[in-house]
């Protein structure tokens, strides 16, 4: 349709040299054709120009004192996309590849999934290029306090909601947290992913990887299957990877590889998680270390071989594309039958297309790692009723928001003519809601 490729071409000439934030912006616009072509009512409103640019953006220098007494600078960002349905939401990512175009493709998914999960939540994004690995405590608190110092002007419980994301977990948030309280003296809940003891919710740091899997169990079964006795590959080793491979476990399924940004291990006998664990959370190693206590396993450099590793379901757990079109004929001429996306948008436009056309079962991004925003969305309710519920009752609720998800992608799918493809499906369903609320809210 020529008024969604006018939207396209205008985003690649504005945005230019933001690879990651064309892709996701194309996929989504492929998808609403059909929603385009039945509401002239949103077109004339100038609704698909708008959606694709951000409500606001911030860029600010972040500068710190490291060990060596050495000043070091860092570039912070935090993208304020949507709030047509609610406050900004969306985690902070601090890796030294980040830059304004990753920070925008991760608001703009940010937007369609925070809608998916039926959760008052607009979208949002942010980061910086530090990377915390090799870093000592002293120098990860000076950072983030210093990163803080100015996120603070932009953020709050009713404005712009950060949380975790890559580089960004619970000590971070702590520590972002004392810094926001000490510069405002209020103690509200403006970060989620918070410790126990001051506000966090039961559950949180699960969410995401057992959200992937109640996804992913529904969509399994609507097919006759499921993770029962699977055999399964989940990239990364860090806070999705990990509870995703715990949930897979408690499934009855099988989890035999995992991997980090250098390589993979390969455990037949099924990853002994209380080690990941061990290695990841608490000592920060490297994964290689794994096979130094498990004889079993075989560690192998290069973190995208992963997929040549035969299995019934691969969960990418890592990053962005960290799932190519080659990767994806490998796994399906193993016999992999389904894939859930645990990272953002780790699966390339021609891995995609792969699945889709071969009939694998694809849970994507936005529908299938939704389950740690919802749950930072049920730490903010708990913050603002100065009131937690118990692990079961968040755990319950998660998985019926997850189940919700899948109801709604796959109906939206079956609507719209294109059964089955539940990336059409999410993308529609997401839409929808955040397209009527920015209409009724007039020309903004
Ligand atoms: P963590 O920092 O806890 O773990 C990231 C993992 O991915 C690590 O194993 C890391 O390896 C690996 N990784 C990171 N970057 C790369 C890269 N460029 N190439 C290869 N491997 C890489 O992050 P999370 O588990 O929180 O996030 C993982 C993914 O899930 C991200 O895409 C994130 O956006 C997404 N996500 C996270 C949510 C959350 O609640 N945390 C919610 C929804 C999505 P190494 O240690 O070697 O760097
Ligand atoms: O990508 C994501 O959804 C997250 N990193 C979690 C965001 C959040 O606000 O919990």
Same mark, same amino acid.
């Given at each position: 349709? *020529?008024?969604?490729?006018?939207?396209?071409?205008?985003?690649?000439?504005?945005?230019?040299?933001?690879?990651?934030?064309?892709?996701? /912006?194309?996929?989504?616009?492929?998808?609403?054709?059909?929603?385009?072509?039945?509401?002239?009512?949103?077109?004339?409103?100038?609704?698909?120009?708008?959606?694709?640019?951000?409500?606001?953006?911030?860029?600010?220098?972040?500068?710190?004192?490291?060990?060596?007494?050495?000043?070091?600078?860092?570039?912070?960002?935090?993208?304020?996309?949507?709030? #047509?349905?609610?406050?900004?939401?969306?985690?902070?990512?601090?890796?030294?590849?980040?830059?304004?175009? !990753?920070?925008?493709?991760?608001?703009?998914?940010?937007?369609?999934?925070? =809608?998916?999960?039926?959760?008052?939540?607009?979208?949002? %994004?942010?980061? =910086?290029?530090?990377?915390?690995?090799?870093?000592?405590?002293?120098?990860?608190?000076?950072?983030?306090?210093?990163?803080?110092?100015?996120?603070?002007?932009?953020?709050?419980?009713?404005? +712009?909601?950060?949380?975790?994301?890559?580089?960004?977990?619970?000590?971070?948030?702590?520590?972002?947290?004392?810094?926001? %309280?000490?510069?405002?003296?209020?103690?509200?809940?403006?970060?989620?992913?918070?410790?126990?003891?001051?506000?966090?919710?039961? $559950?949180?740091?699960?969410?995401?990887?057992?959200?992937?899997?109640?996804?992913?169990?529904?969509?399994?079964?609507?097919?006759? *299957?499921?993770?029962?006795?699977?055999?399964?590959? /989940?990239?990364?080793?860090?806070?999705?990877?990990?509870?995703?491979?715990?949930?897979?476990?408690?499934?009855?399924? %099988?989890?035999?590889?995992?991997?980090? &940004?250098?390589?993979?291990?390969?455990?037949?006998?099924?990853?002994?998680?209380?080690?990941?664990?061990?290695?990841? @959370? /608490?000592?920060?190693?490297?994964? =290689?270390?794994?096979?130094? =206590?498990?004889?079993?396993?075989?560690?192998?450099?290069?973190?995208?071989?992963?997929?040549?590793?035969?299995? +019934?379901?691969?969960?990418?757990?890592?990053?962005?594309? @960290?799932?190519?079109?080659?990767?994806?004929?490998?796994?399906?001429?193993?016999?992999?039958?389904?894939?859930? @996306?645990?990272?953002?948008?780790?699966?390339?436009?021609?891995?995609?297309?792969?699945?889709?056309?071969?009939?694998?079962?694809?849970?994507?991004?936005?529908?299938?790692?939704?389950?740690?925003?919802?749950?930072?969305?049920?730490?903010?309710?708990?913050?603002?009723?100065?009131?937690?519920? &118990?692990?079961?009752?968040?755990?319950?609720?998660? *998985?019926? !928001?997850?189940?919700?998800?899948?109801?709604? $992608?796959?109906?939206?799918?079956?609507?719209?003519?294109?059964?089955?493809?539940?990336?059409?499906?999410?993308?529609?369903?997401?839409?929808?809601?955040? #397209?009527?609320?920015?209409?009724?809210?007039?020309?903004?």
């Amino acid at each position: 349709m *020529k008024v969604l490729t006018d939207v396209m071409e205008q985003v690649i000439k504005r945005n230019p040299n933001e690879t990651e934030f064309h892709q996701a /912006v194309s996929e989504v616009l492929e998808s609403l054709e059909p929603v385009a072509e039945k509401h002239p009512e949103w077109l004339k409103a100038g609704l698909f120009s708008r959606i694709v640019e951000p409500e606001r953006q911030v860029c600010f220098r972040v500068t710190w004192v490291d060990d060596n007494g050495n000043v070091q600078v860092n570039r912070g960002f935090r993208v304020q996309f949507n709030s #047509a349905i609610g406050p900004y939401k969306g985690g902070l990512r601090f890796h030294p590849s980040v830059n304004i175009g !990753i920070i925008k493709f991760l608001g703009f998914e940010q937007i369609f999934k925070n =809608s998916l999960t039926g959760l008052p939540i607009g979208g949002g %994004k942010g980061g =910086s290029d530090f990377d915390p690995k090799g870093k000592s405590d002293g120098e990860i608190m000076r950072f983030c306090q210093n990163f803080m110092f100015e996120l603070a002007k932009h953020i709050g419980a009713d404005t +712009d909601v950060p949380a975790g994301d890559i580089g960004v977990g619970g000590r971070e948030i702590g520590y972002l947290f004392g810094m926001y %309280k000490k510069l405002r003296n209020e103690f509200t809940g403006v970060l989620t992913g918070k410790g126990l003891e001051w506000g966090g919710s039961l $559950a949180r740091t699960e969410a995401t990887g057992y959200g992937v899997c109640y996804f992913m169990e529904e969509a399994l079964n609507a097919k006759g *299957k499921s993770f029962k006795g699977a055999t399964v590959s /989940v990239s990364g080793s860090g806070n999705v990877a990990i509870y995703a491979t715990q949930k897979v476990h408690q499934l009855g399924g %099988k989890v035999v590889a995992m991997s980090d &940004s250098n390589g993979y291990i390969y455990d037949p006998e099924g990853i002994k998680l209380d080690t990941i664990k061990r290695l990841k @959370e /608490v000592e920060r190693q490297r994964i =290689s270390k794994y096979v130094e =206590s498990h004889p079993s396993a075989t560690y192998t450099e290069g973190c995208s071989n992963i997929w040549n590793v035969k299995c +019934d379901i691969a969960l990418p757990c890592a990053t962005q594309n @960290e799932l190519d079109g080659e990767a994806a004929k490998t796994l399906i001429a193993n016999g992999c039958y389904a894939v859930g @996306e645990g990272a953002n948008m780790p699966s390339t436009p021609d891995a995609v297309e792969q699945f889709i056309k071969n009939k694998v079962v694809f849970g994507p991004a936005k529908a299938a790692n939704a389950g740690g925003v919802a749950t930072s969305a049920l730490e903010m309710s708990q913050n603002s009723m100065r009131y937690s519920w &118990s692990f079961e009752e968040v755990d319950a609720k998660l *998985k019926n !928001i997850m189940v919700n998800i899948y109801k709604g $992608a796959s109906e939206a799918a079956k609507e719209y003519g294109q059964e089955d493809n539940l990336v059409v499906g999410a993308n529609i369903a997401g839409f929808l809601k955040v #397209a009527s609320a920015m209409y009724a809210q007039g020309i903004l």
